[in-house]
């Protein structure tokens, strides 16, 4: 009976209790979710183009807050650093495609996995190699984000608004708005969906695969910029970021592999999910929940819906 | 043929003749080290100052006894399965010791060490029951275990606000690191009258930590004690501040202690505690010696802002501890090539006074003296605090509650032995 009270009434009570808390937790639960979708983002641009897992997203992400902070730290100014940071994407991006994607073009897709998983350790080496292993602070600052925080006074407690969460939310759905825009109204938006239809009906037609490819992990660099200074803000700029950005794996089989607006659904989700459950159903059992949470809910989307709430049903016929 | 079987029997002799010879010409005293990783940045650093101090032996000394050390390093990503991969690659070398700079791979290597000879050396880390020498005589952790540390810190709350009727939130790394004082916790509570929170921070979500602290916010506890590791510390530390935590009532273990925890946050982390027994500092004369013998001359991969940061200066010290542990072996057998099996006694036989840290040129640091039967010395602990831009020391050393931890080391070690079947002991008395 005990059990079945902290189950389904406690938490509810707690929520009553404190109100402003329970709005605290929503609030950095959509904030959190909002990044979630932002990763994922990055991670469903290159499916869509390529048909694979892109396992080096994450290391993106560090690899372009680390080079946005190092190039600060040279003397360059901040929003020069940001410019030659998407200049290094989009070499990365050439390099990608020239080096890789372009020798294994129609191979299986767990080939392609395979081949993100061995850029991943290359860009690990390379950049520990050139940027040391040292934590550094992210340049949110400098770029001339808003730091600090406001109150918003609530039945007799308060809900804490840090700026810099304010902006990420702000930015990160622009631009996840502008992107989807993009890719559903443009014509590199449409080569994008022929290309991960059918590589060889794509290319048929006069799609440039390559120029695609370049297009598409150019702008996953893009995403992993403005992710990698809203987490490095978070915290700080090393590569345990690179573990967040796997958080994007359940949003992604929740919001489908495919689907931006998906990403955004699912991610928010997630976000707002774990934080809910950590804080009233976490010390219940024992707390440090909400890493595997995301997975359950992941898995009960993975029993109804295998392709995710807007991943694209396939059919086969035999 | 006749000929090439002899050229090969004269080859593979040569080969043996020198491979004895290069035993016999260096000390080896492997360290595991991850200086890839999400740990990285620690790791690298407590790397360089344990490589540096033995380089700096080899270049002021001529090494330790006449012989040069050699402290390779095998890189373990701090993973445990890579930890014991290392360990295995040093079957037949005559490793002195093994260092494995990991609680995980610590419990690892435990049940290896006995059987392998070859003591185990986890300076304020790994399982704190390892203190009870008669249990454990290949493992030592100098200058004190997790569990006195915790007593330590105890000792300061109550000194601080009291500690009975209080509630601490207990935020830990969920791992073997950080659930070791659990066990602890649960026999202190109802004996000193405080309740804990466990808040436990996956690893995944060191960097994620809006829940763990909106939980405390929901708990209002008296004081916050974190025993965090690498990003995680400051995270939370920043967690804090955005949670309205007053930085004066949280106070970190000594692994949540660096300048990396807080450096970057500045005057955000401003009143943050931790406890620590390695002062920060660049004017003690071994840091100057390393600087002098080893940084400037280039031999080494350390920053040179590098020498005098807390885990710097921590590593340091694990290296001194490590040395004289050779040096007391050395001592007692008469030669300078000295095994495992002679290193060990030397642990116990170390004798770290106040005298001879300042002969050291660590004077200020926590004594270490070793025995048969304590193999954590009962080091005592500071409380230093971020003052913005340095940790300040703000107490003296606070010893830990012997009478406490003692008797529950004890039982810790007698579960331990009676799981396994065969283990092998040793008698002090």
């Known amino acids: 009976m005990e059990i079945l009270h902290m189950i389904f009434i406690a938490p509810f009570l707690d929520m009553v209790a404190l109100p402003d808390l329970f709005f605290q937790g929503l609030w950095d639960g959509f904030v959190g979710g909002t990044l979630y979708a932002l990763l994922a983002l990055g991670f469903v641009l290159i499916f869509k183009a390529s048909g694979v897992f892109n396992f080096s997203q994450p290391i993106l992400m560090v ?3 680390l080079a946005l902070v190092s190039f600060y730290e040279m003397g360059i100014n901040p929003w020069i650093s940001v410019a030659l940071v998407l200049l290094l994407m989009y070499a990365l991006a050439y390099g990608v495609e020239r080096v890789i994607l372009r020798n294994l073009v129609n191979q299986d897709g767990n080939i392609l996995f395979m081949s993100t998983i061995g850029l991943t350790f290359v860009i690990i080496g ?18 001339g984000f808003p730091v600090g925080s406001s109150e918003w006074p609530m039945f007799g407690g308060a809900v804490y608004f840090e700026h810099i969460d304010i902006s990420a939310v702000v930015l990160a759905s622009s631009l996840i708005a502008i992107l989807a825009v993009f890719f559903s109204k443009t014509k590199i938006g449409r080569g994008l969906r022929a290309v991960a239809d059918d590589h060889q009906a794509a290319l048929s037609v006069g799609i440039s695969l390559n120029q695609i490819w370049v297009i598409v992990w150019f702008v996953a660099g893009i995403v992993a910029l403005v992710g990698g200074l809203f987490w490095g803000a978070r915290s700080d700029v090393s590569f345990a970021l690179q573990i967040i950005g796997l958080k994007a794996l359940p949003v992604l089989i929740i919001g489908g592999f495919t689907s931006v607006p998906g990403a955004i659904i699912g991610g928010l989700i997630i976000g707002l999910g774990e934080k809910i459950f950590e804080i009233y159903w976490g010390p219940m059992m024992g707390g440090s929940v909400e890493g595997w949470f995301a997975y359950v809910i992941a898995l009960v989307f993975l029993l109804f819906k295998p392709q995710g709430l807007f991943g694209e049903k396939i059919i086969e016929r035999v | 043929m006749k000929k090439h079987i002899i050229g090969a029997a004269v080859a593979l002799g040569t080969l043996i003749s020198t491979v004895s010879m290069s035993f016999a010409e260096e000390l080896l005293v492997p360290h595991l080290t991850y200086r890839v990783g999400p740990f990285a940045a620690n790791g690298t650093m407590g790397a360089n100052a344990i490589t540096d101090y033995f380089t700096m032996l080899n270049e ?21 399965q890579k930890g014991v991969e290392c360990y295995e690659s040093y079957r037949g070398k005559n490793p002195l010791m093994h260092i494995p700079n990991s609680t995980g791979i610590t419990l690892q290597l435990l049940q290896k060490a006995p059987e392998d000879e070859v003591p185990i050396f986890t300076m304020g880390y ?11 005589p290949w493992a030592f952790n100098y200058p004190a275990s997790y569990w006195s540390q915790m007593t330590s810190i105890l000792s300061y709350i109550d000194s601080e606000t009291g500690l009975k009727g209080k509630k601490i939130a207990f935020l830990y790394l969920d791992g073997g690191y950080g659930r070791e004082p659990l066990p602890l916790l649960d026999k202190l509570e109802p004996k000193m009258g405080f309740e804990t929170v466990r808040i436990p921070v996956a690893f995944a979500d060191s960097q994620n930590q809006g829940s763990q602290w909106l939980t405390i916010r929901k708990e209002k506890p008296d004081w916050v004690i974190m025993w ?16 309205r935590f007053p930085l004066d009532r949280f106070i970190g273990n000594w692994w949540s202690g660096g300048h990396v925890d807080v450096e970057a946050l500045g005057m955000k982390a401003k009143g943050y505690k931790a406890s620590n027994f390695t002062p920060a500092g660049r004017d003690f004369p071994v840091v100057q010696d390393v600087i002098k013998h080893v940084v400037s001359k280039g031999l080494t991969k350390t920053e040179p802002d590098m020498p005098g940061k807390v885990l710097y200066n921590r590593s340091l010290f694990m290296a001194v501890v490590m040395a004289e542990a050779i040096i007391e072996a050395q001592k007692l057998t008469g030669k300078a090539n000295v095994t495992g099996a002679d290193v060990r006694k030397g642990f116990e036989m170390i004798k770290l006074d106040e005298a001879r840290l300042k002969e050291l040129g660590f004077e200020g640091f926590t004594p270490v003296i070793g025995s048969c039967a304590d193999h954590e010395g009962q080091g005592s602990i500071f409380v230093q605090q971020w003052n913005g831009k340095d940790w300040e020391k703000i107490t003296d050393f606070i010893p830990p509650m012997t009478d406490i931890v003692q008797p529950l080391l004890t039982e810790a070690a007698d579960t331990y032995k009676s799981d396994k079947p065969g283990w092998k002991t040793q008698n002090c008395s």
């Open chain 1, 126 to 143: 390379a950049a520990q190699w050139i940027f040391g292993g040292v934590p550094r602070s992210m340049i949110h600052a400098e770029l």
């Open chain 2, 60 to 80: 002021r000394d001529g090494g330790i006894g006449g012989l040069k050390v050699n402290p390779e390093e095998c890189e373990t990503g701090y993973n445990a």
């Open chain 2, 228 to 243: 965090g590791w690498g990003v995680m510390n400051i995270t939370a530390v920043k967690e804090a501040a955005k949670t």
């Open chain 2, 126 to 136: 790994g399982l704190s029951a390892a203190a009870k020498g008669e249990t454990f």
């Open chain 1, 63 to 65: 690899l372009a807050a």
